[in-house]
């Protein structure tokens, strides 16, 4: 087959997709128009869905950035809150892939009031490591990396679309599922944590006191779920524990630093003095010897 073949099979093939994806489109919002979504009713369904434990504990994201900590909804709670909220498309599209990167775009159409949020974006097929970057040559490590840069553009589309007082009251009601689903009291639960902190990472409580700026008598719900938040960070590599911790240098004293060096002077100084007190050769030593015998 020919290059001009190729080129205009290809060509018919997208513009096929083009169209279908049109029509499904436009009958979309047919439908949204037909069925206008209850906002009562889908305010309801997320906080629901914000009761549900597995959500609440997945709800938030923080890492640190600059000296300060970013906070804010993760992608499942976008996910949840679009699904609720009706009447929503969203997703990712990988437009292109060559040259080592991929052209992809994350969407998010509301499809009653016709508001979209779309951003498109590079993404190099390189992985960062502390030796360098790592070209990824695996399709399935493509994949993840697309999937895994994709997701954060994709929250901030979803975002942009959902009403503000709406994803403020989602965030709340995952802070109160947290709160309200613990049977256990919050003194034994912060032991606990600070205990697996000193054996996961040796991160000891008053280093935890000081991140949290407060004695641990004095641990809220917040500041629990703020440390599960930054231990779940440590346990899956997204930060390492000198972004939250001040890590105290090790004082090392003099004999720490050499063992032997008090040994080794003391015995310097008793090899001296000895030699000082024994008489050279030949200076009267041969008489004194004499007069003894």
């Known amino acids: 087959m020919e290059w001009n073949e190729i080129t205009a099979q290809r060509t018919t093939t997208t513009e096929i997709v083009v169209s279908r994806q049109a029509q499904e489109v436009q009958a979309a919002m047919v439908i949204a128009k037909k069925f206008p979504r209850d906002e009562v ?23 640190p950035r600059g000296g300060t ?13 679009a699904q609720n909220w009706g009447n929503l498309d969203f997703g990712i599209i990988e437009l292109e892939q060559r040259s080592g990167e991929s052209q992809v775009m994350a969407y998010a159409w509301d499809l009653e009031s016709n508001t979209r949020q779309t951003k498109i974006f590079s993404v190099p097929h390189i992985r960062s490591t502390k030796n360098g970057n790592i070209p990824l040559t ?3 490590d493509i994949y993840e990396m697309v999937a895994n840069q994709g997701a954060r553009r994709l929250r901030a589309c979803i975002l942009g679309i959902i009403p503000g007082d ?12 947290l709160v309200k689903g613990e049977k256990e009291p919050l003194i034994d639960r912060v032991r606990k944590m600070a205990k697996a902190f000193e054996d996961a990472y040796s991160v000891t ?17 917040n500041d629990f779920i703020r440390l599960k938040n930054v231990y779940k960070s440590l346990r899956d590599g997204m930060a390492k524990r000198e972004d939250y911790f001040e890590l105290a240098a090790p004082a090392e004293s003099e004999e720490l630093k050499d063992p032997f060096a008090g040994k080794a002077k003391k015995k310097k100084q008793k090899t001296a003095e000895r030699l000082e007190e024994e008489p050279e050769p030949g200076l009267g030593g041969g008489a004194d010897a004499a007069g003894r015998e």
């Open 166 to 177: 709406i994803i403020d009251a989602a965030v709340e009601q995952c802070k109160d599922t």
């Open 69 to 81: 900590k970013v906070t804010g909804p993760s992608i499942r709670l976008a996910e949840a809150m």
């Open 138 to 140: 695996d399709p399935r």
């Open 41 to 63: 009713e889908s305010y309801n369904r997320i906080m629901r869905s914000c009761q549900r434990r597995s959500l609440a504990e997945q709800s938030m994201y923080e890492y």
């Open 205 to 221: 409580l008053p280093m935890i006191e000081k991140y949290l700026g407060c004695k641990s008598e004095a641990f809220s719900e």
